[in-house]
């Protein structure tokens, strides 16, 4: 099955840009979608299809995705930002499985 | 407003079942399809079920694949989690989350709060 890779734990300075990567084999030829859960709440998607933004959500989220890493960025981090970020994909290749990486978390300093 | 709500929850023994429900209210529910994911006590989150608009297709993730049954009513805006054989693995906060096709996939773009389900004797 599909492995998706991520750091357990970033940490950057407020107004500075944070970066979390995912990795997998071949990434780049999947779509990505990037999803943020604060302690005690439901995820929210943040960016879907690699780079694109749903509506609400702030242009200092940002992604890409290339060869066998997807990057989320966040520019001008605030304290808000602070919370769990999780890579997804879909796995057609296995029985049609969506596939979650383990996890960022995201600290503020 | 568009919404998600999960109920049926709560603490089960091993190998007892249980029937989560989710109501869907502010967008046409029959038009999207949904799907079940779970998040076991300070873990991260895990796929466990995808059910199209037509109930047509549906998928399960291996590890509950002849145990879970995804369900839905499309009169009556719900989903539903029919869980059987339930193992104290199986004890996590359950989310419902609406599903949009993009480009060939689907991304998880509404979620509602999560029922906590406990496997325990």
């Known amino acids: 099955s599909y492995v998706l890779t991520q750091p357990p734990s970033v940490s950057v300075a407020p107004g500075k840009t944070a970066r979390i990567t995912c990795g997998g084999n071949?990434?780049?030829?999947?779509?990505v979608h990037w999803y943020q859960q604060k302690p005690g709440q439901a995820p929210v998607l943040v960016i879907y299809?690699?780079?694109d933004r749903p509506s609400g959500i702030p242009e200092r989220f940002s992604g890409s995705n290339s060869g066998n890493t997807a990057t989320l960025t966040i520019s001008r981090v605030e304290a808000g930002d602070e919370a769990d970020y999780y890579c997804?994909?879909?796995?057609?290749?296995?029985?049609?499985?969506?596939?979650f990486g383990g996890g960022t978390k995201l600290t503020v300093l | 407003e568009v919404q998600l709500v999960e109920s049926g929850g709560g603490l089960v023994q091993p190998g007892g079942s249980l029937r989560l429900s989710c109501a869907a209210s502010g967008f046409t529910f029959s038009s999207y399809s949904m799907n079940w994911v779970r998040q076991a006590p300070g873990k991260g989150l895990e796929w466990v079920s995808y059910?199209?608009?037509?109930?047509?297709?549906?998928y399960y993730a291996d590890s509950v694949k002849g145990r879970f049954t995804i369900s839905r009513d499309n009169a009556k805006n719900s989903l539903y989690l029919q869980m059987n054989s339930l193992r104290a693995e199986d004890t996590a906060v359950y989310y419902c989350?609406?599903?949009?096709?993009?480009?060939?996939?689907?991304?998880?773009?509404?979620w509602g709060q999560g029922t906590m389900v406990t496997v325990s004797s």
């Open positions: 989350a609406r599903g949009i096709a993009v480009a060939g996939t689907h991304a998880f773009d509404i």
């Open positions: 299809y690699d780079s």
């Open positions: 997804q994909v879909w796995d057609s290749s296995s029985d049609h499985h969506w596939v």
């Open positions: 059910i199209s608009s037509s109930s047509s297709t549906i």
């Open positions: 071949n990434i780049g030829s999947k779509s």
